[in-house]
C-alpha cells in the first residue's frame, strides 16, 4: 500500500501541495498528468530521493517519510533506465543483494532466476552500452525487482520503444505484477497503455492528485 | 542555389582553421626550433651529467607523486563540489581558485612564511620540509592539485547523478554509491586530471625555486636546471634539457592517454 498524506514540495519556481493519494497493497497503480505537472517528482517522494516539505508517504503503514531511500523497500526503474555504466549486467541486477552483503550463491540464483523471467539472461556477462532501449529497460527492472521490494516505481518506462517492444513490455510487465504481487506505481502519458496495465488510474489535475478509475469500483 | 551559403560555411572554416593553424604552427615552431639548436651530441652531453641525471630522476619521481597525491585530493573535492550544497561553498570554490590565479613566485613565498610560522615549525620538528625533497613536491602539488580539482569537478558534473540516486534506493549508502556507481564512471576525468598535475608539476619552477631553493644535487629540478644553465651561458645544455623535458612529456601524455582508450575512458 502506498498513502500520500497532504504533501507539499517547493523546489525553486516548481512547487507541490496538498498531493494525497493511496494505491492499495497489491494494485497496479498508473499516473497520468501533462509534462512537467510533477509525475516524476512524485515517484522521487516516494523512493525518498526528495523530502517533502509537509506530509508525510506511508508504505504498508509505516510512515516512510523521514526514512533513507535505502530503507524504504522501494524499487526504481527510472525513465531512460539510468544503468551502471561500469556495471555488467549480471552486475547490475545483483546489485542490491552484494550491497546487502548476500551470500554470493544467493545472488547468482536471483540473478539467474531474474534472467530468465525478464529474458536477459544472454545479456547477463555484458555490460549496458551496447544494448538496445527495451534490453536496458529488462535490466532496470530486473535491477529494482532483485531485492524483492514491496514497491516498484516505474518512470515511463514504455515511452522510448518501438511498437512491437511497446506490447512486449506490457506483456512482460503484466507478468511481472502477477508474479510478484508487487504494489507499482507507473508513471505514463499514454492513455493506452493505462487502460491496458492498470487496476488504479491516477491522474494529475491542476495540481492535485485524483483517482479517477479502479478495477474494483469499476466491478 | 545554396552556393552563397557554401562560400559562406567555407569562409567560416576557413577563419577557424586559420586560427588554429598559426597557434599549431606557434608550438611546431618552437619545438623544431630545439630540436634543430641542439645536436644528438648536446643530448648526449646532457644525460651523461650526473646533476642532470639527477634532476631529470627527481623531476620524474616528484612529478608522478605530486599527480597521485592531486588525484587523491582532486577526487573527493571535486564530488564534494558538485554534489553538495553547502554554507560557504562558494567561498570555497573561489579560494580552491587561488594557485591556479596567483603568480608561481607569490606561490613558493608564500609556502616559504608558512613553514616559518609556529605551525611550519613544528611540521619542519617532524618532517625537514623547507630546501629539501619534500618542499619540491609540496611546491608542486600546492599549483598542481588546483588544477586536478578543476577538472575533477567538471567530471562529475557532467555524469548523470540519476545512476547514483538508483543505487541509494537499491540500498547502497551514499559511499557505496559513489565507490561502485560513480567512481568508476569517473575514471577518464581522473586520468585527464592526474596528467595535467604531471604536466604542471613538470614544468613547476617559481614556486620551487623559492621554496626549495636550486641546490645541485639536492633540491634541482629540470626546470633549474634549465636556469642555472643558461644563467652560466650553456644555451646548448639548457636546450637539450628543455628537449629532455619535451619528450619524457610527450611519452608519458601519449602511454596514459592509450591507457585511457584501451580502458574505454
Not at chain 2, 616559504?112 to 630546501?131: D, K
Not at chain 2, 618542499?135 to 557532467?158: G, K, N, P, Y
Not at chain 2, 581522473?190 to 620551487?208: D, H, K, T, V
Request: hydrophobic content about 45%; aromatic content about 6%; charged content about 15%.
Amino acid at each position: 500500500m502506498i498513502r500520500f498524506d497532504s504533501i507539499a514540495l517547493i523546489q525553486g519556481s516548481f512547487h507541490l501541495s496538498n498531493i494525497c493519494f493511496e494505491v492499495p497493497k497489491g494494485a497496479y497503480a498508473v499516473l497520468m498528468g501533462p509534462t512537467g505537472c510533477g509525475k516524476t517528482t512524485v515517484l522521487e517522494l516516494l523512493c525518498g530521493l526528495r523530502a517533502p516539505m509537509l506530509g508525510s508517504i506511508h508504505i504498508n503503514d509505516t510512515d516512510v517519510t523521514n526514512l533513507a531511500p535505502g530503507a524504504r523497500g522501494v524499487g526504481y526503474v527510472p525513465q531512460d533506465g539510468a544503468l551502471f555504466p561500469r556495471l555488467t549486467v549480471g552486475e547490475q541486477v545483483g546489485f542490491s543483494l552484494r550491497v546487502r552483503r548476500l551470500p554470493e550463491s544467493e545472488v547468482i540464483s536471483r540473478v539467474a532466476e531474474l534472467g530468465e523471467m525478464l529474458g536477459i539472461g544472454h545479456l547477463l556477462g555484458r555490460r549496458s552500452s551496447g544494448l538496445s532501449g527495451g534490453e536496458r529497460q529488462r535490466v532496470a527492472l530486473g535491477r529494482a525487482l532483485a531485492f524483492r521490494p514491496s514497491v516498484l516505481c516505474l518512470d515511463e518506462p514504455l515511452s522510448a520503444l518501438d511498437e512491437d517492444l511497446h506490447g512486449e513490455m506490457c506483456s512482460l510487465l503484466e507478468t511481472v505484477h502477477s508474479e510478484t504481487g508487487v504494489t507499482a506505481l507507473h508513471v505514463t502519458h499514454s492513455g493506452s497503455d493505462a487502460e491496458r496495465l492498470a487496476t488504479h488510474q491516477l491522474r494529475f489535475v491542476s495540481g492535485s492528485v485524483h483517482e479517477i478509475s479502479s478495477e474494483a469500483a469499476e466491478e | 542555389m545554396n552556393q552563397p551559403s557554401d562560400i559562406r560555411d567555407r569562409g567560416f572554416l576557413l577563419f577557424l582553421t586559420l586560427f588554429a593553424g598559426l597557434y599549431v604552427a606557434l608550438i611546431v615552431g618552437m619545438l623544431l626550433a630545439d630540436a634543430t639548436y641542439t645536436t644528438p651530441g648536446d643530448l648526449l652531453a646532457a644525460l651523461e651529467s650526473e646533476e642532470i641525471r639527477y634532476a631529470a630522476k627527481l623531476s620524474l619521481t616528484s612529478s608522478t607523486i605530486t599527480a597521485l597525491l592531486s588525484v587523491w585530493f582532486a577526487i573527493p573535492i571535486g564530488y564534494l563540489l558538485s554534489r553538495t550544497n553547502f554554507p560557504g561553498k562558494a567561498l570555497v570554490d573561489g579560494i580552491l581558485d587561488i594557485p591556479i590565479v596567483l603568480p608561481p613566485m607569490v606561490i613558493g613565498l608564500s609556502l616559504l612564511i608558512l613553514f616559518q610560522t609556529s605551525f611550519g615549525q613544528a611540521i619542519e620538528g617532524l618532517v625537514p620540509v623547507t630546501y629539501r625533497i619534500p618542499s619540491v613536491i609540496l611546491a608542486q602539488f600546492a599549483v598542481a592539485c588546483a588544477f586536478a580539482v578543476r577538472t575533477m569537478r567538471v567530471t562529475f558534473d557532467q555524469l548523470p547523478e540519476r545512476p547514483e540516486q538508483v543505487a541509494l534506493t537499491l540500498g547502497a549508502t551514499r559511499a557505496q554509491a559513489f565507490w561502485r556507481v560513480t567512481l568508476p564512471q569517473a575514471g577518464g576525468g581522473a586520468l585527464s586530471a592526474g596528467l595535467l598535475a604531471w604536466a604542471r608539476a613538470l614544468g613547476e619552477f617559481g614556486p620551487i625555486l623559492v621554496f626549495s631553493g636550486a641546490t645541485r644535487m639536492k633540491t634541482e629540478v629540470l626546470p633549474s636546471t634549465v636556469f642555472l644553465e643558461l644563467s652560466t651561458g650553456n644555451l646548448e645544455a639548457a636546450v637539450a634539457v628543455s628537449l629532455l623535458m619535451v619528450l619524457a612529456a610527450i611519452t608519458v601524455l601519449v602511454t596514459a592517454r592509450a591507457l585511457g582508450v584501451r580502458r574505454g575512458w
